[in-house]
């Protein structure tokens, strides 16, 4: 539920294993692993589940939009199935980082050499990050 229904902080999932394999777990899972709250809003997100899996094609749409303009302004994404896009070809990626968030679009510095990670976000976001990238220069 994290990325579909944007739960990432409520950490709410689920399990589908062969029934001797969860009776195993329900023997070591902590007794109050979901708060009462948590599981309402769960619960309430999955009521509402066609508006919320409409977000995961936007971000989908958001995401393959992010790839093909880096491509163009000459960087070089990974291949992403995630909410998320990988991308090489920074020249200096702190200070790349540096000008992004001082034109408010927050990324990722991962720690690899060369690279930032961009998350999809709504078309706004999305035009925001690639007009502040754009605005800084071209790749390396």
Request: charged share 20%; no cysteine.
């Amino acid at each position: 539920m994290s990325k579909a229904f944007a739960f990432a902080g409520a950490r709410v999932g689920y399990l589908a294993a062969d029934p001797a394999f969860i009776d195993a777990l329900r023997l070591v899972r902590l007794p109050y692993h979901l708060s009462a709250l948590t599981q309402a809003a769960a619960v309430a997100a999955l009521r509402n589940a066609d508006v919320m899996l409409g977000m995961v094609e936007e971000i989908v749409e958001q995401r393959d939009r992010i790839t093909a303009t880096l491509e163009a302004l000459g960087y070089a994404p990974h291949e992403s199935w995630s909410n998320f896009v990988l991308f090489g070809g920074v020249a200096d990626p702190h200070t790349t980082w540096q000008q992004l968030y001082d034109r408010g679009v927050l990324v990722r510095d991962v720690g690899i050499p060369g690279h930032l990670r961009v998350s999809a976000g709504t078309e706004a976001e999305t035009t925001a990050f690639l007009d502040a990238l754009a605005s800084i220069g071209s790749a390396s």
